[in-house]
């Protein structure tokens, strides 16, 4: 047969596919070691809440049967939730599933997209798979009050009459950092109409106590915005893959038309549905997390690293050393984290907020590392 690479789109064949962090199972059979943690994907420490539990239990006998492809009861809970039309929102496999949708829809090998330095790895590959013009913003240096994060003056430099998206995500992953409310809605006023800007909230549950930054409610103001939404962070459904696109009923109408039928599984439907209405849930993670990053912080003191604000539930370090080598010596502690060299960060690694053991595992496991 003839190379397959060969035989790909031009577009395809210099992507380099995304890489997950390393399961618990992986490193257990590859270093032979029990009892390791993983604090590497941002996953909620909790898992799914209790109503969740209980709506994924009481699903298991309609498995045989295929979900609700437009999701109707999720879809009408989330317009209500958002104060919302119901034909506002998208429902992804995932927030992910929602970014690639959105580069499938409206990115060409004519046009072009915009997104930050140290943005989300997904932008750069939906924007390249499907051959359009990546234009990438320089982040703020490392002597910024917001290190790393998103400079929107530098992004806006660079839209023109062919951009068609801009990703910003907020709070961004892997920074952590986030953008000034009314530094947004500035930007986002000031691109034109035919430009699409998706704010990325995937994190947003974890800032809203401290910081007013929900873009959901400028739906209306602004047609041209898109703000993704996911249940795999704070609501603790990584594992379901579950998320929605908020947007003009324009946008949202394109959006299905490229949309896969059934992309959101019976388990993930009901979970969400419960989970959208488990605010106790949502507390007791809120409360989790913060005392975490205090422990976490606390810890991180003490070692001779650089520390980034964060409004997630994570923290980028940089620990001086190469990404490699920390992540080398902490696999074989039983300890996962995330290196982010892929982000042209070579000496940096972002650890999630874990429980209060797992936390405290860590920062021994680091601390033996950097020695």
Known sequence: MTN?????????????????????????REYGIRDSIKLASNENPL????????????SIDELGLYPDGSGFELKQAL????????????????????????AEA?????????????CFAIYPIVVQATGATARIATAFPESHAMALGHDLDAMGKLVNDKTRL????????PTGTWVDTNALKHFISSLPSTTLVVVDEAYIQYALNDLAM????????????????????????AGLRVGYALSSVEVASVLNRVRQPFNVNSLALVAALAALDDHEHLRRTAELNAKGMRQVLEGLKALNVCVYPSACNFVLVDCKHPAAEVNEALLRQGVIVRPVSGYELPTHVRITIGTEQENARMLMALRLALE
């Open 4 to 28: 397959a690479l060969d035989l790909a789109a031009p577009s395809v064949r210099k992507l380099a596919p995304y890489v997950p962090g390393k399961p618990l199972s992986e490193l257990e």
């Open 106 to 118: 409206f990115l060409t090998t004519e046009v072009e997209a915009v997104y930050s330095q140290y």
């Open 214 to 237: 929900d873009a959901s409610k400028w739906i209306d103001e602004f047609p041209n915005l898109v703000v993704t939404r996911t249940f795999s962070k704070a609501y603790g459904l």
């Open 166 to 173: 801009v990703f910003v995500a907020n709070p961004n992953n």
């Open 79 to 102: 317009a209500k939730h958002h104060a919302v039309s119901a034909e506002r929102i998208t429902l992804g496999n995932g927030s992910n599933d929602l970014l690639v949708l959105l």
């Open 47 to 58: 898992g799914p809440g209790t109503k969740a539990r209980a709506a994924i239990a009481k």
